[in-house]
């Protein structure tokens, strides 16, 4: 607010320096009022809103919903803080740090528009055929340019990638329901909304998570001499590339050793089909979907990967995120 008010005082100081400033000054400071009433009117507004008894008991009602919301706004993170997010393979460019780069051209006019980005490790720099390619086959020339090999721990890699980012991906979109299903309990005014979203969220008493899905993104990039003209495709690991890669890897496995591999993938469909047979209930503590609709329902190796658990339907239950967090990594019986 403190501008507009230096901006009507520098309109005065201006219209009193012209001549004509008996007909300049009203007319500029119409169109200062009229620039600034609305916005202070909406301020009013705002106020007596948050101010309003139908929104503090509102607010008293929800408490115990919001809190809520914050523990599990406290558990993303921790889920984002204790992740990699990347595949341990992928050495292209590793060693790319050893070496500077620089432009000694003297005509260096136009040039440089596109630069390539040789230090990042994710980013493979090829011909224009290869980037071309790489975009109607992305999981061959994924595998390929960046190194991942067929062979049993790269594919377990993949797992566990795959395994984090649902794991977050969940997380961050049951925090999204909630943040709805509180704003919708509320209904305040659509101005509130428009203007005033984050006041309305921290009013509420809401913290609310800057945490998105970290996706790997691997890129193949064509720069032409000159810099003048670049090329791209980039391949994002999400869910669905995430899947089609341990299913080709798994594919090549079991070619390659018929007798490897043959145990269940760590995919989206196994994650859904271990919820569906556990009646989207924790297996622990019975809470469940149909009790608790925003309930945040995790899928939980049994033996843990880390002590040789397999990713196998006998190895794997459903756990709600309180009790998923409180075993930890111990293995608790059931
Ligand atoms: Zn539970």
Known sequence: ???????????????????????ILPVALLAWAAAVSPRLIRHFRKKRYFA?????????????????????????????????????????????????????????????????????????????QVVRNASSDPIKYLMKYFNIKAVESNLSDVERLGEEIARLEDAVDNLRQREASITGSFNPPPFILKYYADEFMAHVGVELSPISVPYPEYAF?????????????????????????????????RFGKSAAGQRALMTA??????????????????????????????????????????????????????????KSNKVLSV
């Open 1 to 23: 607010m403190p501008y507009l008010i230096v901006a009507g005082i520098v309109i005065v100081v201006l219209a009193l320096m012209i001549s004509f400033w008996y007909i």
């Open 52 to 128: 309003s008894e139908e929104f503090l008991a509102r607010k008293a009602a929800i408490a115990s919903v919001v809190e809520e919301h914050n523990e599990i706004a406290a558990y993303t993170s921790e889920i984002r803080n204790g992740g990699t997010f990347q595949l341990g393979v992928a050495s292209t460019g590793a060693h790319a740090h050893l070496a500077t780069f620089e432009n000694t051209s003297n005509h260096n006019y136009r040039r440089d528009r596109n630069v390539a980005s040789y230090q990042a490790p994710n980013v493979h720099n090829c011909s224009l």
């Open 221 to 253: 990039e064509y720069v032409s001499a000159g810099g003048n003209s670049g090329q791209k495709t980039t391949v994002t690991l999400n869910t669905a590339t995430i899947d089609a890669l341990i299913e080709t890897l798994s594919q090549q496995i």
């Open 269 to 326: 469909k196994l994650r859904n089909f271990i919820k569906t047979r556990d009646r989207h209930t924790c297996r622990f503590c019975s809470v469940s979907v149909a009790a608790e609709p925003h309930l945040l329902l995790e899928v939980d190796h049994i033996v843990p990967v880390s002590k040789g658990g397999l990713s196998t339907p006998e190895n794997l239950q459903a756990l709600c995120w309180r009790c998923n967090r409180t």
